[in-house]
C-alpha cells in the first residue's frame, strides 16, 4: 500500500526531521554548556586564589563564545554545517591547552608535566558525552578523534620539554631497585607514556560506543516512524479497530486472492444539480464533511475504505480478511448513512441549505484482492462482478425511488448476523447490464 513515491517522500521527509532534531541537539548542547561554564566560573572563583582565577576566567568565557557564536548562527543564513565540526575542534585544542599548560599567572608554577597527575583528563569525557545529544553519530566520532589528537598533541608538547625524563624501557625500569623505581616515577618532570595510551586508548573507544549508542537511536527512530507511517496507511482504508492487527501482521494485506465480500456503494444523488447554486469553494466543503460523515459509518462497521468517487465511495467489508458479519456490517453501514444524512439535513435546513439526498447499492459475492498496478504506483483493490453489480444496484435507486438496495444474496449472507436485514422489503428481481438473469433484491427507504 506505500507507493515507491510515497517511500521516496518519506525518507525525505525523515532526513529533514533528523537534521531539524541535529539543529535541535545542538541548541541543547550550547545551553547545557553554558549552565555549566556558568557553574565552573563560580567554583573557579570559590576554590583557587586571585591569580589562578584571572587565569582560568578567561578560558572558560572562550569556551562561552564559541558556545554561544555557534548558537546564534544556527538557523540562519550565514550556518553552514560545518561550522559545529570547527567549533569542536576548537573546543578539544582549547580543553588541551586548559588542562595541560600551566597558569602563566602563577607565581610559582609547577612544572608543566605535573598537569598529568591531577586527573584532568576526565573533563574530556564530559566534552564528549554532550556531543551526544546533536544525534550524529559523525560529530561525536569527530569529537573522539579530535579530543584523542589534541591530548596526544599534548603529550608529545610535554614529552619533548628540555627537562622532562622519559619513559623508560621495561628492562631499564626493572634494573632499578624498588626505591629507584619510587623515585624516578615520583619526579615531577617525568612523563609517562603508557598511562597516557591508555587515556586515549580509552577515548576512542567510549567514542565508539557513544556513536554506536546515537546510531541505534536513529535506528530505532527510523523504525518507529517507518510503522507509524504504514499505520498511518492503514488508518486511510481499514477501520481503526483492525488497524492494530494488521500492524501487528507481517503480510497484513496477504497474497492475491479470492473471497466473499460484501461491497458497497453510496454516491449523493442530483449532485450536479446540487452544485449549480454554489461556488467551488463551497463544493469542496461538502464533499469533505460528506466524505467524513460517510467515513466514519464504514469504520463503525469494520469496513474498508477502498475509495472516493467524486461524490460518493466504494467500501468494502470482509477486507483484507473474511469474518461471519461482512454482509451484515454492510447493511448495517447503510442504514447508519442514512441515518447520517439525516441528522446532516436537520442541520443544514436550519441553515437554510438544500438537504442531502444519497443511494446505498449493497452486494455480496466473490471478487479477487490484492496489490495491483505498477512498481511506481501499487494499490490494494477489490475487482470482480459483486464490485459492478453493486455499482449498478446505487445506481438503481433512483429509478426505484428507494435509498438502499441490497441485493438478496447480501441479505442471506446478513441471515447470521443478527435482525438487520429482516426490515428490508422484497422487491421484484431486476435485470442489470452484464448479467443474463434479474437479480433477485431487497430495498429499504430511511424513515
Not at 71 to 81: H, K, M, V
Not at 226 to 235: G, Q, Y
Request: aromatic share 8%.
Amino acid at each position: 500500500m506505500t507507493t515507491a513515491t510515497e517511500a521516496s517522500a518519506g525518507g525525505g521527509r525523515l532526513a529533514a526531521a533528523f537534521a531539524r532534531a541535529e539543529q535541535d541537539g545542538l541548541r541543547l548542547v550550547v545551553r547545557v554548556r553554558t549552565a555549566a561554564l556558568i557553574a565552573v566560573a563560580i567554583w573557579i572563583l570559590v576554590s583557587n586564589p586571585w591569580f589562578l582565577s584571572a587565569y582560568y576566567l578567561p578560558l572558560v568565557g572562550l569556551f562561552g563564545l564559541i558556545g554561544l557564536g555557534l548558537y546564534g548562527l544556527s538557523g540562519t543564513r550565514f550556518y553552514a554545517p560545518w561550522m559545529r565540526y570547527a567549533a569542536v575542534l576548537l573546543d578539544a585544542c582549547l580543553i588541551a591547552y586548559t588542562l595541560l599548560v600551566p597558569p602563566l599567572t602563577d607565581l610559582d608554577p609547577w612544572p608543566p608535566q605535573m598537569a598529568f597527575r591531577f586527573g584532568n583528563f576526565a573533563y574530556l569525557f564530559l566534552l564528549l558525552s554532550s556531543l551526544s545529544l546533536v544525534y550524529s553519530p559523525r560529530l561525536v566520532i569527530w569529537g573522539g578523534l579530535t579530543l584523542a589528537a589534541a591530548w596526544g598533541a599534548g603529550t608529545v608538547y610535554a614529552m619533548t620539554l628540555p627537562d622532562s625524563l622519559p619513559q623508560l624501557r621495561t628492562d631499564e625500569f626493572m634494573a632499578l631497585s624498588a626505591p629507584e623505581q619510587l623515585a624516578y616515577f615520583l619526579q615531577p618532570t617525568f612523563v609517562p607514556l603508557t598511562p597516557r595510551l591508555t587515556e586515549i586508548i580509552v577515548l576512542l573507544l567510549v567514542t565508539g560506543t557513544l556513536a554506536a549508542g546515537v546510531w541505534r537511536a536513529r535506528r530505532l527512530v527510523e523504525n518507529q516512524a517507518l510503522a507509524e507511517r504504514e499505520r498511518t496507511n492503514l488508518a486511510r482504508y481499514f477501520a481503526p479497530s483492525i488497524v492494530d492487527e494488521l500492524a501487528r501482521s507481517d503480510e497484513p494485506l496477504g497474497a492475491v486472492r479470492q473471497q466473499d465480500v460484501a461491497v458497497l456503494f453510496v454516491d449523493i444523488v442530483g449532485f450536479t444539480r446540487l452544485c449549480e447554486a454554489m461556488t467551488a469553494d463551497e463544493v469542496i466543503v461538502l464533499l469533505r464533511d460528506f466524505h467524513g460523515r460517510m467515513e466514519r459509518c464504514v469504520f463503525d462497521h469494520a469496513g474498508t475504505l477502498d475509495k472516493y468517487l467524486g461524490d460518493g465511495l466504494m467500501a468494502t467489508f470482509g477486507t483484507p480478511r473474511a469474518g461471519p458479519r461482512d454482509a451484515a456490517n454492510a447493511i448495517a453501514c447503510g442504514k447508519s448513512m442514512l441515518a447520517e444524512i439525516a441528522a446532516w439535513n436537520a442541520e443544514r435546513d436550519r441553515l437554510d441549505r438544500a438537504p442531502i439526498r444519497i443511494g446505498v447499492g449493497i452486494h455480496y459475492g466473490p471478487v479477487v484482492l490484492g496489490d495491483i498496478g505498477s512498481a511506481r504506483r501499487l494499490e490494494f483493490a477489490v475487482v470482480g462482478d459483486t464490485v459492478n453489480v453493486a455499482s449498478r444496484l446505487e445506481a438503481l435507486t433512483r429509478d426505484l425511488g428507494v435509498d438502499m438496495i441490497v441485493s438478496e444474496d447480501a441479505a442471506a449472507g446478513a441471515a447470521g448476523g443478527g435482525e438487520v436485514a429482516t426490515d428490508l422489503r422484497p422487491a421484484p428481481a431486476q435485470p442489470l447490464r452484464g448479467r443474463a438473469a434479474p437479480l433477485a433484491i431487497r430495498t429499504w427507504r430511511a424513515g
